[in-house]
Nanobody, 124 residues
């Protein structure tokens, strides 16, 4: 059973950086694409970034392009989200999820195993 577990959230000032990690159990981690979503206070889930199974392809929301970088280490069953130049509007609970077969990388319904989330708060 795959269960992603996020870590690395916290409180940071605007302009600062954080790196989120997502460790997933199971021997099939390297076969699946992974994604990060976030849920700002009072808003719906929104796509942040995703990475293909091999790590050869990455996808980003326009709002984070050039500031966030997604990567993965299949030997460690871990996916990362490096977040730089953080803004107050990046404040949200960040979720890691495993993408199922098929479907859009950008659509939350394409993901079938979700972590519990980690809070990121950016102060102005």
């Amino acid at each position: 059973q795959v269960q992603p577990v996020e870590s690395g959230g916290g409180l940071v000032q605007a302009g600062g950086s954080l790196r989120l990690s997502c460790a997933a159990s199971g021997r099939t981690f390297s076969r699946y694409a992974m994604g990060w979503f976030r849920q700002p206070p009072g808003k719906e889930h929104e796509f942040v970034a995703a990475i293909s199974a091999s790590g050869g392809a990455t996808y980003y929301a326009d709002s984070v392009k050039g500031r966030f970088t997604i990567s993965r280490d299949n030997a460690k069953n871990t996916v990362y989200l490096q977040m730089n130049s953080l803004k107050p509007e990046d404040t949200a609970v960040y979720y890691c999820a495993r993408k199922g077969a098929g479907g859009s990388y950008y659509y939350h319904g394409s993901y079938d195993h979700w972590g519990q989330g980690t809070q990121v708060t950016v102060s102005s």
